[in-house]
């Protein structure tokens, strides 16, 4: 229900994420998505590994310069959201007890 593995390829320059995306769409089946702020473009794979070799085969024969490229799964997080759609709560915080307040005695 969540979507499997992802590619996710960050580019040495915001200039080409036009070129990034459309270089994408031939090494992958899925639609690309862009994230210009992080300079970014992402598209579902089915072929894990093999796809991150076709991504930069053929970004290197665009002479598209990255930064980073991985292969990225579902975090239990994805799968909490996509559920319920909602972000899980995080639970690192101790929460302050309830009903209770601290005062200080004045003297």
């Known amino acids: 229900q969540v979507g499997g593995d992802r590619i996710e390829v960050v580019v040495a320059h915001g200039a080409d994420l036009d ?31 093999a796809a991150i ?22 975090t239990l997080d994805d799968v909490f959201l996509s559920l319920t759609g909602h972000v899980a709560a995080d639970e690192s915080q101790p929460a302050a007890p309830a009903g209770r307040s601290r005062r200080r005695r004045s003297a």
């Open 53 to 74: 070799v076709a991504a930069v085969r053929v970004l290197d024969e665009r002479g598209i310069g990255i930064d980073d490229i991985a292969l990225r799964r579902p």
């Open 19 to 49: 070129g990034a995306a459309a270089a994408l769409a031939l090494a992958v089946s899925g639609e690309v998505t862009r994230d210009d702020v992080r300079r970014s473009v992402v598209a579902p794979v089915t072929t894990g590994s």
